[in-house]
């Protein structure tokens, strides 16, 4: 272990900022096109697999070449300054070019300032695979041109075993209890939104191999971004930021309504989110505060006036996608910093919001709802936010942690939210349970 020296504050080393190969290592990374090896997310081992895939499309990554691990309130300016020092004095040859390809780093960071620990890792070998094209980059510390691996199907991933879930920090009656202390809040004019979480336990009779509910997921969600990050496994519909080539784009969602299993009848539901004063008011307060983020970085920014129904398999949620161009050289972790968190994930204003979480949340969040993805060489990157996920417990891998939360307004039913709750940690339940 390197610690960090000269350019990283001092506290930020006293908090733990390491790094497990030196920063002066020569780092040798090299991307060639290859033929489609089959799915991306059947090339997975089953040790810490990565993946960021949509749609069958993305990047998967195994080994680790380098990781930086780091906490508190400069997470993410420590980390963006450890990757563009890496990337920096690396060697790259990238027979393909396109955003994802050469030196990739695949991260997660925790949705507070404390606790909860951030980390970015660069995979010894990534694989990527985008309209039509397939890639593989391997990166290597010895400071040798690294050959071309075997790029093929892993064996299948085996199904949890006898998986129970229980409570986590909270029953549903006392998260009802927290949600109506909120509403209370919100009532006194303390606030105007604030997104309340509560977390379950799932545990299996052994060992959890991850890739299960990862391809679950992927093949079930596929509207959904499926991310697995050093532990943190999920689909997520929300995208924090994406920054490709000079474009920067969004997917703010808030207002959210449980399917009813009947076509016709979500239909109509569809409507009624759509028109739901409620959901609308809850909505423009989590746009208007990634817009407000976003528009410093810059220079023109395209706002829709009206969300569309984004349809899940378990619950509908209103939607906007923004798009803007860059107008500086923040990378999409830097944009991601400045966005964290959004109101979908926080509340309005954002320092009363988060003020409240700690107060009466009552529950270490860890990396959920935090911004989770990869940044490439040049910056561009997608940066979800870590939602409808699990966390694998370091200490016993056949636990994980789920975890879902609901905007809190001043109209909100405790008893709906607790409903709506339920409803979005049933991506993950079915996951782990076949
Ligand atoms: C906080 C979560 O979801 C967020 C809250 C939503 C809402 O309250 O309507 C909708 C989507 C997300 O922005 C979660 O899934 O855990």
Not at 74 to 102: I, K, S, Y
Not at 378 to 405: P, T, V
Request: hydrophobic fraction near 45%; include cysteine.
């Amino acid at each position: 272990m390197t610690p960090l020296t000269a350019a990283v504050p001092v506290f930020a080393v006293r908090l733990a900022a390491v790094t497990t190969v030196p920063v002066s290592a020569p780092l040798v990374v090299r991307t060639m096109e290859i033929d489609a090896p089959g799915p991306l997310l059947d090339l997975l081992p089953e040790n810490a697999p990565m993946a960021w895939t949509r749609r069958g499309e993305g990047i998967v990554g195994w080994g680790e070449a380098a990781r930086f691990d780091t906490v508190g309130p400069h997470r993410f300016a420590t980390a963006d300054r450890w990757w563009r020092r890496m990337v920096g004095t690396a060697v790259v040859r990238d027979e393909v070019g396109l955003p994802g390809t050469g030196p990739v780093a695949f991260g997660s960071f925790a949705f507070d300032d404390m606790p909860g620990a951030s980390t970015l890792v660069l995979p010894e070998t990534v694989v990527g695979h985008r309209g039509g094209r397939w890639w593989v980059t391997t990166v290597s510390v010895s400071g040798n041109l690294p050959g071309l691996p075997d790029v093929l199907a892993d064996a299948a991933p085996r199904r949890p075993e006898a998986v129970t879930f229980a409570d986590g920090s909270h029953d549903g009656t006392e998260w009802e209890r927290i949600v109506a202390e909120a509403v209370s809040r919100i009532n006194a004019g303390d606030l105007e939104k604030v997104v309340l979480a509560r977390d379950m336990i799932a545990e299996s009779a052994a060992r959890i191999d991850q890739r299960w509910p990862i391809q679950r997921l992927a093949e079930r969600y596929p509207r959904c971004w499926t991310f697995s990050v050093d532990g943190l496994l999920g689909a997520t519909p929300e995208l924090l930021v994406r920054r490709e080539r000079g474009l920067v784009t969004s997917r703010v969602l808030a207002g959210t309504i449980r399917r009813s299993g009947d076509d016709a009848h979500d239909l109509a539901l569809a409507a009624s989110l759509a028109r739901s004063s409620k959901d609308l008011e809850e909505h423009e307060y989590a746009v208007r505060s990634v817009a407000n983020a976003l528009d410093p970085f810059c220079s023109s920014m395209n706002v829709p006036e009206a969300p569309f129904v984004l349809h899940l398999p378990n619950v509908m949620h209103l939607a906007t996608d923004l798009a803007g161009v860059a107008s500086d050289g923040s990378s999409a972790l830097g944009l991601a910093s400045a966005l964290h968190p959004s109101a979908a994930v926080g509340g309005t204003p954002t320092s009363a919001a988060r003020e409240l979480i700690r107060e009466i949340e009552d529950l270490d969040r860890g990396r959920y709802a935090g911004p989770v993805g990869w940044i490439d060489g040049d910056g561009d990157g997608e940066w979800g936010i870590a939602l409808r996920c699990a966390a694998l417990d370091r200490a016993d891998d056949s636990r994980m942690r789920l975890f879902a939360g609901c905007g809190i307004v001043a109209g909100s039913d405790p008893e709906a939210e607790l409903a709506e709750s339920v409803a979005k940690l049933v991506p993950m339940r079915d996951a782990l349970s076949g």
